[in-house]
């Protein structure tokens, strides 16, 4: 199996304890301690602007169940759009760097379709697909997929020749090339493209349901709910949360590359 | 079992831009008989590389005609008759040594040939204890090497190699040298070597093909009487120093005519 990878070498316990040092952690706890003293003076001579840190937490402990629940929601309209329009992307980025009519035909109607702002297009598939979850899925997907089709498409095609022709002195046919060599050798370009579009997927969803003002649930609803009743508390818990749920994902896309790229050059010097 | 390689006349030229073309190939002429080593030098630009493309069926030929076994280089390859060694060891970074090597079986599956035991055949390249590696993870000779091994497990027919030690320095080229013969000894087959290194030509050669620039051609071919094995003593004694001196004569040959042509 090509990909079924080798076991990772050398994870050895001190790299592994290398984030208990201070000078890993300190700099990013000083930074956000000065962030936090910020906003605490910002919200004391300004409270129209900025709630209190206090508040926000409150919110948060108060309604625990709510926030949960409008976050699975968001959580799942935002994986599933990802899950969508990546694998769209992938089937896509093959068919265009495998048949060169079909790059033609396909990469204009992409950019056309990345340039247009979708915050300008996500009305329209409300109107077009009422408040379900339908439309919040299309305009995840959307988001996520032209990241993925570039990427893909640039990496399926950056084999170095050599090795294309060591296989085609063997006549290995377009399949296999394509599963034995292309697709394995594309996978960094496909990371650095979903280190882009996990987080860019909670992004999508939230401006779906920002522009489904009828829509019951999410935290792009609770955000509008909360901001039309000048709940600024309310407001900036849902952000908080979803700052988080970002980063959660930008987590999980790391650690996947750890483990399935370690053989990669970008990695062999990662720090 | 033939490997025979075969051009008659062939010609290539690449066209340059501005209505300029370069000739690379101006009616070669040149057969490789069965289970000879054969090594093709010659200053650069004199379409060497071209040549080992075209058997190798990367490349068509605009006029002449090569065949390999008595097949189109197409065929050959359709066969697995063929096995590439290029300047870059070209192997897949993701894929352990032993499975880089292994790749070759699971490609183009329905011509089954009959491969050789890669874990033995690695060990006696000397990659044994690093066959579970990868790539990045061993020196540059030991890459090579693989490189070396991958083409030899299919027991291909004929054995294309383009400067493949080229980049590596003179005492691990030295050992590699000693290596390839030793599988070649074992395994047989037809092998046309390009090099740009004199000694390595005739120590690994049964046959020199020198070749020409502006346009690329070859201008003499010299056999090497040496006897085999030939080991690292061999180097060191006169008939082998008088080889090297020939060749060179012939090569300098080769590089003023091409200059009196430029001028």
């Known amino acids: 199996m090509t990909l079924a990878l080798v076991a990772k070498p050398r994870a050895t316990s001190k790299r592994t304890f290398a984030f208990l040092h201070p000078a890993k952690w300190l700099p990013l706890v000083l930074m ?14 300004m409270p129209y602007l900025l709630p209190p840190l206090g508040d926000i937490g409150q919110t948060l402990a108060q309604d625990a169940g709510y926030y949960l629940e409008n976050a699975l929601v968001t959580l799942r309209e935002a994986l599933g759009g990802l899950a969508i329009g990546t694998a769209v992307a992938f089937v896509l980025a093959v068919v265009v760097s495998e048949f060169t009519l079909a790059r033609r035909a396909i990469m204009p109607v992409a950019v056309i379709l990345n340039v247009t702002p979708l915050v300008a297009i996500a009305p329209a598939l409300v109107v077009a697909f009422g408040f379900g979850a339908a439309p919040k899925l299309i305009v995840t997907g959307l988001i996520c997929f032209f990241p993925v089709l570039i990427n893909m498409s640039m990496g399926l095609r950056a084999v170095p020749l050599p090795v294309l022709q060591v296989y085609q002195t063997m006549h290995a046919s377009r399949l296999e090339t394509l599963w034995y060599i292309r697709v394995p050798s594309s ?85 | 079992m033939s490997g025979e390689i075969r051009v008659t006349g062939v010609r290539r030229v690449y066209e340059i831009g501005a209505g300029g073309s370069l000739t690379a190939l101006d009616d070669v002429d040149l057969t490789v008989e069965t289970g000879t080593f054969v090594s093709v030098i010659g200053p650069s630009g004199c379409g060497k590389s071209t040549l080992l493309r075209a058997v190798a069926g990367l490349e068509t030929p605009d006029a002449g005609q090569i065949t390999v076994g008595g097949l189109t280089p197409e065929r050959a390859a359709a066969d697995k008759m ?32 009959t491969t050789a035991d890669m874990v033995d055949l690695l060990s006696k390249a000397g990659l044994g204890d690093v066959m579970h590696k990868l790539p990045s993870q061993i020196s540059g000779g030991m890459q090579q090497r693989a490189a070396i091994v991958r083409a030899f497990g299919l027991h291909p027919d004929v054995l294309l190699m383009d400067e493949p030690f080229s980049a590596l320095d003179e005492f691990t080229r030295e050992a590699l040298q000693e290596q390839l013969l030793d599988l070649w000894d074992e395994l047989k087959a037809t092998v046309l070597f390009i090099t740009h290194s004199v000694s390595e030509a005739v120590r690994l050669s049964d046959r020199i093909v020198v070749m020409a620039p502006r346009p690329g051609r070859i201008t003499d071919v010299i056999d090497i009487d040496l006897p085999r094995p030939r080991g690292q003593a061999l180097l060191k004694t006169p008939e082998f120093h008088a080889y090297e001196d020939l060749v060179r004569d012939r090569l300098r040959g080769a590089f003023h005519y091409a200059n009196a042509i430029a001028s």
Do not use: D
């Not at chain 1, 956000?32 to 001579?45: E, I, N, R």
């Open chain 1, 32 to 45: 956000l301690a000065v962030l936090g003293a910020l906003w605490q003076w910002g919200a004391g001579s």
């Open chain 1, 187 to 271: 996978l960094p370009y496909l990371f650095a493209a979903l280190r882009i579009v996990f987080p860019l997927s909670v992004v999508g969803a939230v401006v779906a349901e920002l522009s489904a003002a009828g829509s019951s649930k999410g935290l792009g609803t609770a955000i509008s709910l909360a901001s039309s009743m000048n709940r600024l508390a309310a407001v900036y818990a849902s952000i908080a949360i979803l700052a988080v749920l970002g980063s959660l994902l930008l987590l999980v896309v790391t650690l996947l590359e750890r483990r399935l790229l370690h053989w990669h050059e970008t990695r062999a010097g990662a720090k």
């Open chain 2, 82 to 113: 063929l096995g590439l060694v290029p300047q870059t060891p070209a192997l897949l970074p993701w894929l352990s040594v032993l499975k880089n090597v292994s790749l070759p079986k699971k490609v183009n599956r329905r011509k089954g040939r």
